[in-house]
């Protein structure tokens, strides 16, 4: 038996990998050789020495990590062992997902509407709506037939005709007489200007008896101006019209 | 005689492992707390240990393991007992490392590590030396390690796997057949290869080292 074979066998022998034939021979050869002596002892020494290296403790973190690591997918475990318990979970994850998507919208969303209701609450009182025709007498005027009181002196009364003054935009045409008129904050004419037409007598009595809505600011009543004309004698329900301070 | 009855009783032994296993592995799949402490009792030590033979790298070895476990109690539903625990767990953790390995030598080889000594990057308890033994037995102990670890690190790494696996691990060459999937004859030889290069470089190390000499001098 050569030393080669020896040699290529020690390590089968070392691990009991040999048949028992084979083995016998080749202990017989490494007691009788010394070069296959040494090689034996030499694989013997660092056989023990690698086994002395499984001895490695684990590290504290890493135990302490693994623990952690166990007890999450235990519970991970545990939400699917059933059926109520896979729905619980989908629920919560559901609820989780859905959470997360709106979280970051949320803040943006809220300051946006209050943003908004803001910025309305601020302009509404300033906006001016063209005119509202449908229903609500509230162009303010005496009903015909009726005696009014003129700049407060209730010794000269005047009879009147429906109202003949109307805005400038109101669906009757044929119109002629067109006066600018500045209403104070009473709703009461104080200065009026004619733009087209000429005035007439009726025309100056209805400027001076009309009486307006007059504009407000912040829901105060102020001054303005409108433009308005002349129109037929209307019989049946006024029409109404905002003053643009 | 003797031999039929020694064989008797690690089939049994073999079977009261299998029983084991399969108690542990369905505790686990119904989310039992000790089934899992049993499961991290039983294999992180040997898992680190492989990890970090494979790898000599103790971080390296840490996400290892981690990533070993994350995998064995995701994947525990589909054990199906076709191979032990430990064989299985084994397995993982040789991928896994054989993983880690093959990134680091993407990614990281091209950097440098200001602290190279690992005798520095230990924790202080594992550098306390055992009451038991004596300093020349803990240094001479310690340096031999050194001097194992760095020759495991320069041998061919399918050799290293297989020789960690039989002679640190202590795995039998049927369970080390099964943890790399390769043929009983291909483990016989890695082994064999494995060992003797782990040798060639011991003796290298050993003869590139300077030789201590006292030369003694007469007071003047």
């Known amino acids: 038996m050569s030393c080669d074979h020896v040699q290529q066998q020690i390590s089968a022998l070392i691990d009991r990998r040999i048949a028992d034939g084979e083995r016998e021979n080749v202990r017989a050869h490494i007691e009788s050789c010394s070069a296959c002596q040494a090689q034996w002892e030499s694989a013997l020494s660092l056989r023990s020495a690698l086994r002395g290296m499984a001895q490695t403790e684990v590290p504290a973190s890493l135990a302490a990590k693994l623990r952690v690591l166990a007890s ?78 003129l700049a407060g002196q209730t010794s000269e009364k005047i009879n009147i005709l429906a109202p003949r003054i109307q805005p400038v935009n109101s669906p009757y045409t044929g119109y002629t007489n067109v006066v ?66 | 005689m003797a031999t039929s009855i020694l064989d008797l009783g690690s089939e049994r032994a073999a079977e009261s492992a299998e029983a084991d296993d399969l108690g542990l592995v369905e505790a686990l799949r119904e989310g039992s707390e000790r089934a899992y402490e049993e499961l991290l009792d039983r294999f992180q ?31 525990i539903g589909n054990f199906r007992g076709q191979s032990s625990l430990k064989t299985w767990i084994y397995r993982i953790t040789v991928n896994e490392a054989h993983n880690a390995r093959r990134w680091f030598f993407r990614h990281r080889r091209q950097e440098v590590d200001l602290d190279t000594d690992p005798e520095d990057t230990r924790d202080w308890k ?95």
Not at chain 1, 85 to 99: E, I, K, Q
Not at chain 2, 55 to 74: P, T
Request: aromatic share 8%.
């Open chain 2, 45 to 75: 030590q040997p898992a680190y240990a492989l990890a970090l033979r494979l790898l000599n790298d103790q971080s390296e070895a840490s996400d290892v393991v981690q990533e070993v476990f994350l995998k064995v109690f995701r994947s």
């Open chain 1, 180 to 245: 600018d008129l500045t209403i104070d904050e009473n709703g009461k004419v104080v200065d009026w200007t004619v733009v087209s037409g000429r005035l007439t007598e009726e025309l100056n009595n209805l400027i001076v008896l009309s009486r307006f809505i007059p504009a407000t600011t912040f829901g105060l009543p102020t001054s303005g101006k409108i433009r308005a004309v002349q129109g037929p004698i209307i019989v049946g329900p006024s029409y109404s019209f905002t003053v643009r301070s």
């Open chain 1, 72 to 149: 999450h997918e235990r519970v991970r475990q545990l939400s699917r062992v059933s059926l109520p318990a896979r729905l619980r979970n989908f629920t919560a994850y559901a609820g989780l997902c859905f959470d997360n998507l709106m979280r970051p919208v949320a803040l943006p969303f809220a300051g946006g509407v209050l943003s908004a209701l803001l910025a309305f609450g601020l302009l509404v009182p300033t906006l001016s709506f063209p005119h509202n025709f449908v229903g609500g007498p509230t162009f303010f005027v005496e009903p015909a037939g009726s005696t009014v009181d």
């Open chain 2, 126 to 220: 594992e550098n306390i030396a055992d009451g038991g033994r004596s300093p020349f037995d803990v240094a001479f102990s310690g340096e031999q390690h050194v001097m194992i670890e760095r020759a495991l690190e320069r041998i061919n790494p399918i050799f290293r796997e297989a020789v960690v696996l039989r002679d640190i691990t202590d795995l039998s060459y049927e369970e080390i057949a099964e943890i790399l999937s390769v043929s009983l004859g291909t483990v016989k030889s890695r082994i064999l290869r494995g060992r003797d290069a782990l040798r060639e470089e011991l003796q290298g190390s050993l003869r590139a080292r300077p030789a201590l000499r006292l030369v003694p001098k007469t007071a003047e």
